[in-house]
């Protein structure tokens, strides 16, 4: 792994204090959550065998190894994430599986001089949302593919077709101080909601044939209420002053989460609606 220079500060700052070390914690359970919309995603990229790959924001590695899979040894993946807890235990998943075509490496992703037209292709489960400049990175990115080569992401799509983050996030506010969701456009889960957004800056960062699917399932959250506020209090915008709250609160939070939730729990689980953009274009 190597470090170089940063404009993200905030990002910085953000996935490597409690939000990264939640993440590796959590790192299964999450994995669980996310996985159908990287499976679709994988998807639409259809790696194949041999192929060189550049993920962004791998974050604790599954696409990563996926990926590796896909292309097998005679392939290779360059995967940058922002996040060193992060970045750790991926690295030691990459080793644990002999994964020999993967390289990690710590970058701020919008900056970060990748190898100029190396890539066959970019891919990113929730990783390109949380650029100061995104069409300076999405560009960056289009530099490191070669001509003819793709891009596919996913990322959330409108914050009202996401109840899942939502409603707990609504019932928790009265017991902490959630921070302010960020401004329209901002970096965050939602910066990239909007179509007309994701064109632009793609057209501008110089990708072709931009296209967006629509991605939208009904998911489990947990298996009860209990276990779906235990699981979106460590790893929803409340999750920070969740951590730091005393103990009460914590109780009196969750509670209301809880109860937030009830609507949405049946015989399988709490299934609540997950909305998601599948993004592609191509580098002409
Ligand atoms: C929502 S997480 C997704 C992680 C992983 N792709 C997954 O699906 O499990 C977003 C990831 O983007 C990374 N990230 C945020 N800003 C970044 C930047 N400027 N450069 C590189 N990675 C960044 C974070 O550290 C984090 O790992």
């Not at 709250?245 to 809880?258: G, P």
């Not at 399988?268 to 998601?276: E, H, I, L, P, Y």
Request: aromatic letters at 10%; a neutral charge; glycine letters at 8%.
């Amino acid at each position: 792994m190597s470090q170089v220079s940063i404009v993200n500060h905030d990002q910085k700052e953000f996935w490597n204090d409690i939000k990264g070390k939640l993440w590796v914690e959590m790192q299964a359970r999450i994995d669980s959550m996310l996985s159908p919309f990287g499976e679709k995603a994988l998807r639409t990229l259809n790696p194949q065998k041999g192929e060189k790959i550049l993920e962004i924001g791998c974050g604790t590695g599954t696409m990563t190894l996926a990926l590796a899979e896909h292309v097998k040894t005679s392939g290779q993946i360059l995967a940058a994430d922002i996040s060193h807890p992060m970045l750790e235990l991926a690295v030691s998943r990459g080793k644990a599986a002999s994964a020999d075509s993967i390289s990690f490496v710590e970058a701020d992703a919008q900056v970060y001089t990748f190898p100029t037209g190396e890539f066959d292709a970019l891919f990113s489960r929730f990783g390109v949302m949380f650029f100061e400049n995104p069409i300076a990175a999405f560009r960056n990115f289009h530099g490191a593919v070669r001509k003819g080569g793709r891009l596919v992401y996913v990322c959330w799509a409108d914050r009202k077709d996401n109840p899942w983050i939502r409603i707990p996030t609504g019932a928790s506010k009265e017991f902490l101080e959630i921070p302010p969701p960020p401004e329209t456009d901002a970096p965050g889960q939602f910066a990239m909601e909007r179509e007309a957004r994701v064109r632009e800056i793609l057209g501008k960062a110089g990708w072709s044939k931009i296209e967006l699917e629509r991605f939208d399932i009904d998911h489990s959250l947990g298996q009860n209420v209990q276990d779906a506020a235990g699981f979106i209090s460590k790893m929803g915008p409340m999750s920070e002053p969740f951590a730091l709250a005393d103990n009460r609160t914590k109780q009196k939070c969750l509670e209301a989460i809880q109860f937030a939730l009830k609507p949405y729990e049946n015989s399988t689980g709490v299934q609540m609606r997950f909305g998601t953009w599948i993004v592609s274009a191509a580098r002409s």
